[in-house]
Nanobody
């Protein structure tokens, strides 16, 4: 059974940085993908970034050039480095995992089978 635990959220001023972590257990990095999603109050959950088993990455246009997704297979941990944060980045951030094979829709919710509980990111202006 896959378990995902996010951490690293917090409050920061615009222009600041945060690094989110997602500790995974029961998940194999040899296939599939992992991703970061976010959900602001009153809005749908949206894909932010994903990384495939071969290291290929995908990003939402709104975060390209500011966010970087990475993983440490030895530590079973996924990361999201967030720089130049904006108030519109404020949301609950979730980690998702899929290990069933090729990820055809890496930034779509329905690609993922397992989810963490989320970590809150608040960016003030």
């Amino acid at each position: 059974q896959v378990q995902l635990v996010e951490s690293g959220g917090g409050s920061v001023q615009a222009g600041g940085s945060l690094r989110l972590s997602c500790a995974a257990s029961g998940y194999t990095y040899r296939r599939g993908c992992m991703g970061w999603f976010r959900q602001a109050p009153g809005k749908e959950r949206e894909g932010v970034a994903s990384i495939d088993s071969d290291g290929s990455t995908s990003y939402a246009d709104s975060v390209k050039g500011r966010f970087t997704i990475s993983k440490d297979n030895a530590k079973n941990t996924l990361y999201l480095q967030m720089n130049s944060l904006k108030p519109e980045d404020t949301a609950m951030y979730y980690c998702g995992a899929y290990s069933g094979g090729t990820c055809y829709w890496p930034l779509r919710i329905y690609q993922y089978d397992d989810w963490g509980q989320g970590t809150q990111v608040t960016v003030s202006s």
